[in-house]
């Protein structure tokens, strides 16, 4: 009854949380990548300098996901110098004409075993019906390095 006299009126109740189950369906982890998204859409559209910040992101993470996320951050720039850095999600992140192609995940960051290098649906690494779009890191040798610019080429083609 309630809810057809505020139609009436030309207004609409209030959105009220009647339980606590929606605070309940992300993670922490996954809270603070919304937010970080978040704050980098507002920095995209002020213009922000995305080297800056991926280069802040990666020093904020700690031992091994930092030294391998440098070096990620090297052979891609090295790769593709066209390729323009930024975060996605608060990760160092690569993008195309403005399309984010792919990312490097610290494991810290959802406490996972290792960490990643994805790509997004914006890469064109498309291979029959099922392809990966992310690869776990445990060890960057000359012969991973190689797999990634592989990548990274084939990505943005």
Same mark, same amino acid.
């Given at each position: 009854?309630?809810?057809?006299? !505020? %139609?009436? +009126?030309? *207004?609409? @109740?209030s959105a009220?949380?009647? =339980?606590?189950?929606a605070?309940?369906?992300?993670?922490?982890?996954?809270k603070?990548?919304?937010r970080?998204?978040a704050r980098e859409v507002?920095a995209?559209?002020?213009?922000?300098?995305?080297?800056?910040?991926?280069?802040a992101?990666?020093?904020e993470?700690?031992g091994?996901?930092?030294?391998?996320a440098?070096r990620?951050? !090297? %052979?891609? +720039?090295? *790769?593709? @110098?066209?390729?323009?850095?930024? =975060?996605?999600y608060?990760m160092p992140?690569?993008?195309k004409d403005g399309d984010?192609?792919?990312f490097?995940?610290?494991?810290?960051?959802?406490?996972?075993?290792?960490?990643?290098?994805?790509?997004?649906?914006?890469?064109?690494l498309d291979e029959?019906?099922?392809?990966?779009?992310?690869?776990?890191?445990?060890?960057l040798?000359?012969?991973?390095?190689?797999?990634?610019?592989?990548?990274?080429e084939?990505?943005?083609?």
């Amino acid at each position: 009854m309630a809810e057809k006299q !505020a %139609v009436k +009126k030309g *207004t609409r @109740p209030s959105a009220k949380r009647t =339980t606590g189950e929606a605070s309940e369906t992300f993670t922490a982890e996954e809270k603070a990548a919304m937010r970080e998204r978040a704050r980098e859409v507002k920095a995209a559209a002020a213009k922000a300098d995305g080297e800056s910040e991926v280069v802040a992101k990666i020093a904020e993470m700690g031992g091994r996901d930092r030294v391998m996320a440098e070096r990620v951050h !090297a %052979v891609i +720039k090295a *790769t593709v @110098p066209a390729i323009s850095p930024r =975060t996605w999600y608060g990760m160092p992140a690569y993008a195309k004409d403005g399309d984010v192609v792919c990312f490097f995940k610290p494991a810290q960051k959802f406490k996972t075993r290792y960490a990643t290098l994805g790509f997004s649906d914006k890469a064109k690494l498309d291979e029959g019906d099922m392809w990966p779009t992310e690869f776990a890191l445990t060890e960057l040798n000359d012969a991973v390095e190689a797999r990634i610019r592989a990548l990274v080429e084939k990505a943005v083609s």
